[in-house]
């Protein structure tokens, strides 16, 4: 299988290059491939086959545009990676002002329901989760999710971490027993297509450790003040 990821990841970069380039053409066939390659490795329903028809789509997307709507796309791309690295150094407000600025182009260009909209919404959500405007992160948080679920599936592990940032708003906001239950609805689905010994299921159970060291030392504290 590790070969196989390795041969995927080749593909993937291949079209890219060709893409970016402009020949959509020969991208599009190498995606193609890779839907034939992953539908008779493991299926069309399993979940790599249907993110490599969903990308696909976006590429379609991305071909239908004019050379001036592609550059202000990438543009956008540009300002999302670049809000990670300010969210990274903790300059939550320069993140978010770059997300929103990112966020309007996809929907615009891509629409409400493709991947990098969603993406970029989920992202400008945890901003707002990280600075401390969970009311503004919910909304975006429930919208992305929705979208997330009908583009990817329920049982998708890229949709699972969605719930992930969702709880993270309820962590945020002490509401410990709403955290606990989507952090436990993430992991069941981490569990069952990635396997127990994957490195994000590992990085759930962390963060549910975490989260339960903080409910630990709220009831202990609750139960000093009531003493």
């Known amino acids: 299988i590790k070969s196989a990821q390795d041969f995927m990841a080749l593909l993937a970069h291949s079209a890219q290059k060709q893409a970016d380039a402009g020949d959509f053409s020969a991208a ?3 995606h193609h491939e890779i839907i034939a390659f992953l539908t008779e490795l493991f299926g069309p329903s399993h979940y790599k086959t249907r993110r490599a028809r969903i990308d696909l789509n976006h590429l379609n997307r991305i071909a239908a545009l004019d050379k001036k709507q592609r550059w202000e796309i990438k543009q956008a791309g540009e300002w999302v990676a670049e809000s990670g690295k300010l969210r990274e150094q903790f300059k939550y407000p320069l993140s978010i002002l770059l997300l929103e600025k990112a966020l309007p182009v996809y929907e615009n260009y891509l629409g409400l329901a493709d991947y990098e909209t969603l993406s970029t919404q989920a992202l400008l959500a ?10 503004k992160a919910r909304a975006l948080y429930v ?6 679920e009908a583009l990817l599936g329920a049982d998708h592990p890229e949709y699972a971490t969605f719930p992930s940032f969702y709880g993270r708003n309820y962590q945020g906001a002490g509401e410990y027993l709403k955290a606990e239950n989507i952090y436990q609805r993430l992991m069941k689905i981490q569990h069952k297509a990635l396997g127990q010994d994957h490195p ?3 990085l759930s159970l962390e963060q549910m450790a975490d989260l339960y060291r903080l409910m630990a030392g709220k009831y202990e504290k609750d139960r000093n003040v009531a003493a």
Do not use: D, V
Request: with cysteine; charged share 25%; aromatic share 4%.
């Open 28 to 30: 599009r066939k190498i």
């Open 143 to 148: 919208s992305a999710s929705m979208g997330m």
């Open 200 to 202: 994000e299921y590992k």
């Open 126 to 135: 945890l901003c707002h989760t990280l600075n401390k405007s969970l009311e």
